[in-house]
């Protein structure tokens, strides 16, 4: 074979070979690169994912609670089921859970528990019965749904999820709200399964303080404003904000000692005693109900959080304490906004409650000094 014709062999073939080894050194190349910025992104994410705040306060009710009237037993077993409930719902948002389930998990711990006026834990009606209300709110579209004047639901504030997201509703009430819990699948329970001794005991030193007061007044009205204040409050909350940046709120209440007339307060009534917003800020309320209904405390705190860039601190203080106190509306809130700050105002001897996120260890408090 001639040279000439050797060499353009030996060329071609090394061509070829360069050509090929080209391809798949590029194609080598392009995959380490695909995967590098694959596990860049992913690792981006991760980050961001932790950095992204998040946060979760809870309230079990705000009233005349004062240290002399706990044995050390009570005030441990009411501090570590106020934990047990934050870490419940903290638990939710840490694993990258929704706001909203957040404070579902943490409310039904509290609904479960005879030490709060909420679920297992309800007061009595005049009577002798009881009537649960509860309402729910998700601060991304300001969707919401509440229920009042239940008394054969075990979790008022499951069925006021459901109602938020499985009917054109906002709020139903009584036997019709029990209609739509049928139809959700959800048992009707006993009314008695709310019943505790220590809230009937409340119930029959209501009546006869109401007794003592018509005797002078003749007036039902006018006997029920003079009972004291801690017959006219309890509720529990939740105000949480996930990792994606979601506000939520929700409150449940067995309502007021001794309420006539099918009385319902600011638990299930949305901007009064539960508001959330993505914007703003979200709140759970506890106190005496008219004045929060009257003063819309709620959607008032998240307003001037939006309107007037105050600080939930400081709408908080306004609200609560310039603005409710002064007219005699006691009670306290709980508010989280958008950035994972919280705070906890109330303008009581105490007020339970709980708090904890990704740069707070977990808070329990009962006082005022804590």
């Known amino acids: 074979m001639p040279l000439i014709l050797v060499e353009k062999i030996r ?22 690169l695909s995967v590098l910025a694959s596990g860049c992104l992913t690792l981006s994410t991760q980050a961001l994912s932790e950095q992204a705040p998040f946060a979760i306060a809870i309230h079990g009710g705000a009233g005349t609670i004062e240290k002399a009237k706990f044995t050390p ?19 939710v948002l ?14 039904e711990v509290l609904e479960q528990s005879p030490y709060f006026n909420a679920g ?26 509440a229920v009042a004047g239940v008394k054969h639901i075990e979790s008022p504030i499951q069925l006021a999820r459901l ?25 009707l329970i006993e009314n008695n399964i709310f019943d505790t001794k220590h809230r009937y005991e409340a119930l029959l030193k209501a009546k006869q303080k109401l007794e003592k007061e018509k005797a002078t007044s003749k007036n039902y009205q006018a006997a029920h404003k003079a009972l004291p204040t801690n017959y006219k409050m309890g509720t529990v909350g939740a105000v949480a904000l996930d990792k994606n940046g979601n506000l939520a709120a929700g409150t449940s209440t067995g309502g ?36 929060f209904i009257r003063y819309s405390v709620a959607s008032d705190i998240c307003a001037r959080v939006k309107y007037q860039n105050k600080t939930i601190e400081q709408a908080g203080d306004e609200v609560i304490n310039q603005v409710l106190a002064p ?10 906004d958008a950035k994972g700050h919280i705070s906890m105002p109330f303008n009581t001897s105490g007020m339970y409650r709980a708090s904890k996120s990704n740069t707070q260890a977990t808070f329990v408090g009962i006082f005022k000094n804590q």
């Open 73 to 91: 037993e009570q005030e441990k077993a009411y501090r570590a089921k106020l934990a047990e409930a934050v870490e419940a719902g903290y638990s």
């Open 120 to 145: 297992r834990g309800a007061v009595y009606t005049y009577d002798g019965s009881h009537e649960l209300d509860a309402s729910i709110m998700d601060g991304r579209n300001r969707q919401a749904g």
């Open 94 to 107: 840490e694993k990258g859970g929704e706001s909203l389930d957040a404070i579902t998990t943490a409310i």
């Open 163 to 187: 109602v938020m997201d499985n009917s054109v509703h906002v709020m139903l009430s009584g036997q019709g709200a029990e209609e739509f819990a049928k139809e959700q699948g959800v048992a």
């Open 327 to 336: 007219i005699g509306g006691t009670g306290g809130v709980i508010i989280v």
């Open 256 to 291: 007021m000692t001794a309420k006539r007339f099918g009385r319902i307060g600011d638990s299930p009534v949305i901007g009064a005693g539960t508001f959330a917003e993505n914007d703003s800020c979200a709140v759970s309320a506890t106190g005496h109900g008219e004045y």
């Open 11 to 32: 060329v071609t073939i090394q061509s070829k070979f360069n050509t090929k080894f080209k391809k798949e050194r590029t194609m080598k190349k392009t995959f380490l």
